[in-house]
């Protein structure tokens, strides 16, 4: 297993288009999270699913987000109608059940998104 | 929000020297992670520790927990040019997702 891999590493993308990330975690962890990083800040969190079930989302996702993780496996965070200020590194992290959240996550490296 | 501070947020040294980064949070956790990230990169866990932890140990990590005060810091000893990164800390309140702070940003001068 090589980690968690997110795709592509970059988008560019005009306002108004739609967009579509994949997150593919490690293979035995449960639990997938979708955070957004903008610079200069800390991540902040979006929402997470444990197996194939989405147990919260923040505030922070509108109804332009939609994210899903049809068979527990990866995981596809999609932005509908793009603006400027969704602009940020989207990141995916994955971890064993959260019994097990002893261990810290496991993120890929990322997402770029720039809406021109 | 409920996302945790840190201190200071950017720190300029020498190589050799010690580095050490504090982290304040605001509500009840059940542990506390830190994290580095490299420019442009995604975050790589450092070390945790749990809430009924006082000090931990990693390598040249050593990380302190005071709940009492809501507070952690980080020490990094004899730096080297490649810890040169962002840290972050976050905190579990639970089982749930893991809040982070807003980051120090190192620079480790050779």
């Known amino acids: 297993d090589t980690g968690v891999s997110q795709n592509p590493r970059h988008k560019i993308t005009k306002r108004g288009q739609n967009v579509t990330f994949r997150c593919d975690p490690i293979s035995e962890h449960n639990r997938l999270y979708w955070y957004r990083q903008t610079l200069g800040q800390g991540p902040e969190f979006l929402t997470y699913?444990?197996?194939?079930?989405?147990?919260?989302k923040s505030r922070l996702l509108s109804d332009r987000f939609s994210a899903e993780r049809p068979k527990g496996s990866f995981s596809t965070l999609e932005i509908q109608r793009t603006e400027q200020g969704d602009s940020a590194m989207y990141l995916c992290?994955?971890?064993?059940?959260?019994?097990?959240?002893?261990?810290?996550?496991?993120f890929g490296s990322g997402t770029r998104l720039t809406v021109v | 929000s409920q996302q945790g501070e840190e201190d200071p947020q950017a720190l300029s040294i020498q190589e050799g020297e010690n580095a050490t980064m504090n982290c304040s949070y605001k509500?009840?956790?059940?542990?506390l992670q830190w994290y580095r990230q490299n420019s442009g990169r995604g975050l790589v866990h450092l070390i945790l520790?749990?809430?009924?932890?006082r000090e931990k140990h990693s390598g040249r990590l050593r990380v302190t927990l005071d709940t009492s005060k809501k507070s952690s810091s980080l020490l990094i000893t004899a730096s080297r040019a490649a810890d040169t990164a962002s840290y972050f800390c976050?905190?579990?309140?639970?089982?749930?997702?893991?809040?982070f702070g807003t980051g120090t940003k190192l620079q480790v001068i050779p």
């Open positions: 976050a905190h579990s309140g639970g089982y749930q997702k893991v809040t």
């Open positions: 520790i749990r809430s009924n932890e």
């Open positions: 699913f444990q197996n194939e079930a989405q147990l919260e």
């Open positions: 992290a994955s971890s064993l059940d959260g019994r097990q959240l002893n261990y810290g996550y496991t």
């Open positions: 509500t009840s956790i059940n542990n």
